[in-house]
């Protein structure tokens, strides 16, 4: 009996316990082979790297990333790579300039525009992710509360940009904001979901990327997310006014880079955006952003997204 050709390779880490990147891959290789049969070869993407001669690392910008995953077709030589690393453009472009025959590359972070328009063919916006493999099941195990605190919550890291936010918004009441490095502010995953989900309205700042774990947390807990505007690519857009509530003007903004006091901007813009908002027009921008987490951030509907963008495989074909 003629045993199935291992047509193709996938590509991946296995990085480490619970962590989302690796779980779902592996998630993603075993929905593979259901749908297509054993027609695949699954090589460790540091071992990938190094047949290649392309070194790999978590700090460079090599399409051989723990952040990645990679379908390669042994004959047509044709790569299909999906990445949620933060860094994912530049790591389209490395694979260019190393002559990769990159056919789709799919990511979320960093994606903007201008690169989109020179290279529609090749991009693919995508969806994004949760922290952890089991942050899904804290999500969704959650109780929503109908006693929403009329605040706005942050619990997170204060790096980078965000050092500034923490020090503009702490000394207005509307805003509760607590640092994670100190031990007393700190919360477990299942307690901070709870927050969360106490809370009417919920802060995400930008991290390294325009895209946050928050952002998706926040949607999935039914919380109202303010934030600054997004301008990151995704396959199922975030609509300003639908999903989120664009909360930081571009004059706010500035304010805060440059560690002015914002107390008054901060009132005229709490009054200007949430005094004035209704109920109904709260649980429509809550129920739609939910909803945008049903279909986006839930792993069977990510597994069907991504893999649409194979064409059924024959992307990779001759």
Known sequence: MQQNVKKYIVSFSLGYNNWYVSNFYKYFYEELIKKYGDIFEYIPIEQFGKEKELFISNQNTSIFNWYNLIIYNKKSEKYFVHSWNDYAPEMFIFGLKNQL????FSCVSNLNDSLLEKYPDQLQPSVYLLENWNDLKFIQSTTKSNKRLNKAYFNGLPHGLRENYFKALNSNDFFHIFNKTVRE??????DYYTDLSNYKYCLSFQGQADICYRDLEIFGLGSLN??????????????????YISF????????????????NDLNLRIEEVLDNLSEKEYNKITENSLNWFNENCVPFKQF???????????????
């Open 101 to 104: 025959n990159i056919v789709k």
């Open 185 to 190: 502010e700190r919360r477990t995953k299942q």
């Open 226 to 243: 303010l934030r600054n505007k997004f301008t990151c690519n995704l396959y199922n857009p975030l609509v300003e006014g639908e999903h």
């Open 248 to 263: 930081f003007t571009p004059e706010i903004e500035q304010k805060i880079l440059k560690n002015e006091d914002i107390n």
């Open 304 to 318: 069907n997204i991504i893999e649409s963008f194979l064409n059924e495989l024959t992307l990779l074909d001759e």
